[in-house]
């Protein structure tokens, strides 16, 4: 267990591409939120456009990163990508049989970042 405070489907958004309810909404240390958006490692290319259209329009409305992960929920077996600021398309980030460490910059609220690959 991480000890990471979260809520399951918090809020839903209309949003200019359309309706989206992210799946959690976590708390981290107790300062930082952060949505985060969970799909299958199957999850089709051609829907890709329309999810990082709609994580920018997260981002936008809410001021929150949104963090999408890909793939099955084990340490090792799925993708992680991450709605940088200011918002320039998702990074993609691979984890499969990497080590992983989540990184935080000094000042929390300016420089939140992920280390990824270790």
Known sequence: MLGIKYRYEAEGFRLPHGPFLPDFLLYLLGKVKI????????FPEERLNRLEQLVDDLYEETGIMVLCIFGE???GEYTVAMVPFPFDGLVHRGLKDQEYVLHWGENMKENFGWLIGM
């Open 35 to 42: 949505w985060v958006e969970v799909k299958p490692p199957d």
């Open 73 to 75: 929920p084990w340490p």
